[in-house]
């Protein structure tokens, strides 16, 4: 082993000597000890080994949370491979094409998303096992792959080894994939330490899907405080309010509307929340005024990406109102014009990063790697401002990244415009994010139609959501004469905002 070598598995390792009786997970199920979690990963990595598992293949993981994710996760990490966790909102079409990216050597399934393979070709899926009770054919129980880790020789782990492929939003209808290593996880983590002081008293309400950063993250990141992740399949608020008061939970990651529902779920149970401490992610005003005036928990507002492993800038909501907080302890950030200088504070430019969060490039397309690592620098697509202290405001996308962000989800226009252009009644159309008090943001189509077609926004919903997942549908559909067009006669994006942008 390497002198300086330290990866994901260490501080496993390392709960598990110090503190084997402190709860590291929690579930509806019941408690799993810092002990007996590293035994479950040691035991399932050496399933993992006996398969012929090799450094570099991957592991598609399409299922919910639950403590066995996190395990095999961690398994992966042992033995080298890569877990590549998958959207389980996405329909059987987008998970044919993230399949066919990963060209996974092995593909767990949970319980509820079998029909979501239905358009891949059995015979080309590798060897597949079921999470959950009574695997159907052609599936082993994940549970028969636990094997007794005495005298398996595991692969020594570099930091620079590969770990997670966190997807991002669909280029060209494949969900993009962000390559992580253990070296990203293990500074992110150290990193999310420090700036909020988490300890080993801390515990997680591990509600956001582990197929997003900020879920898995956040859960890795209290795991290496030597806290507890206390874990959902999915978010319940009725169900989060109970854990939280029976866990004493500290600390949740927030996209509208978790957190309105939650405190919905508070006042309706007569709950408390008192051990909530931090709240971290974004939200309405209004809504995390509600969170003061009903809890002792603060929150937390940053800028990040999967591309950095999660946050780069950190603060309190109220440090510096409407500003994402000022650059963590391990980050160099800059705002940039088109050639890569430095624009002065207070003027947008485009976000860019170095330093050990930065990812080690996007899964199998280099040129996408090449074009945002250009000068030397990680250039995010976002545009931002810095003032004079130093403290990063957001201002955008750029017209190549334009991105919809709704309920924490990704959606990229063009994705939605596509399905929508091959409608025989549609002559054009563009796809916008409007302001949404649920959602954060919420998608809109605005729709010219062809000469004497008829169309129903209910028709539209329905294109889109036959196709591509339900979370990318229209919540909101103009039908108009004529759209606005540039001097080259293509839809004009700036102008369709102008217009129609306002909710």
Not at 73 to 101: D, G, Q
Not at 160 to 185: E, K, Q, W
Not at 361 to 367: A, E, F, K, L
Not at 426 to 437: E, K, L
Request: charged letters at 20%; one cysteine or more; a negative charge.
């Amino acid at each position: 082993m390497n002198l300086h070598t330290f990866s994901l598995y260490d501080f496993i390792r390392h709960n598990a000597e110090y503190a084997p009786d402190a709860a590291a997970i929690i579930s509806p199920d019941g408690v799993q000890t810092h002990a007996q979690f590293r035994a479950n990963v040691d035991r399932l990595a050496a399933g993992l080994a006996e398969q012929g598992l090799q450094p570099g293949d991957r592991v598609a993981i399409l299922a919910q949370n639950s403590p066995a994710y996190l395990e095999l996760i961690a398994a992966c990490a042992r033995n080298r491979a890569i877990a590549y966790p998958i959207n389980w909102r996405l329909t059987a079409h987008e998970v044919r094409e993230v399949l066919a990216l990963a060209e996974a050597q092995l593909l767990v399934v949970g319980e509820g998303h079998l029909p979501q393979l239905e358009e891949t070709d059995p015979e080309r899926l590798p060897a597949r096992f079921w999470l959950g009770d009574a695997p159907p054919e052609g599936f082993r129980p994940l549970a028969d792959l636990y094997r007794d880790p005495d005298g398996v020789r595991f692969p020594d782990i570099q930091p620079a080894d590969p770990c997670v492929v966190i997807s991002t939003a669909a280029v060209a209808g494949v969900p993009r994939g962000a390559l992580l290593t253990h070296a990203n996880f293990v500074w992110a983590g150290y990193q999310l330490i420090a700036a909020l002081g988490l300890t080993a008293q801390d515990r997680h309400l591990a509600a956001l899907p582990f197929f997003h950063i900020t879920g898995l993250g956040l859960s890795l990141a209290v795991m290496q405080a030597g806290g507890a992740n206390v874990v959902l399949p999915r978010f319940d608020p009725a169900l989060a309010v109970q854990m939280i008061n029976r866990h004493t939970v500290t600390l949740l990651a927030d996209f509208p509307p978790v957190l309105s529902m939650l405190l919905d779920a508070r006042q309706q149970a007569g709950a408390s929340l008192d051990s909530l401490r931090y709240v971290l992610g974004l939200d309405a005003p209004d809504v995390i005024q509600r969170l003061y005036a009903e809890t002792q928990a603060r929150f937390w507002t940053g800028f990040g990406q999967s591309e950095t492993s999660g946050l780069v800038t950190l603060q309190p909501v109220d440090e510096k109102p409407g500003a994402a907080g000022r650059p963590l302890p391990v980050v160099r950030l800059r705002c940039v014009d088109e050639d890569g200088n430095d624009v002065p504070a207070g003027q947008p430019g485009e976000i860019a990063v170095q330093g050990p969060l930065v990812f080690a490039g996007y899964w199998r397309d280099p040129d996408a790697t090449a074009f945002t690592f250009r000068h030397g620098w990680h250039h995010t697509g976002d545009l931002g401002k810095l003032d004079e202290a130093g403290y990063l405001y957001y201002v955008g996308r750029k017209p190549e990244k334009e991105l919809i962000k709704s309920g924490g989800e990704n959606v990229y226009p063009e994705e939605v415009e596509r399905v929508l252009r091959e409608l025989p009644e549609v002559a054009a159309v563009c796809v916008i994010g409007v302001p949404d008090p649920k959602w954060g943001e919420a998608v809109k189509a605005v729709i010219e139609l062809a000469p004497g077609a008829n169309l129903t926004e209910e028709q539209v919903v329905e294109a889109v959501v036959a196709r591509i997942a339900s979370y990318k549908k229209p919540r909101q559909v103009a039908f108009v004469a004529a759209l606005p067009r540039t001097e080259e006669g293509k839809v004009d994006r700036a102008a369709v905002k102008k217009k129609w942008g306002g909710g």
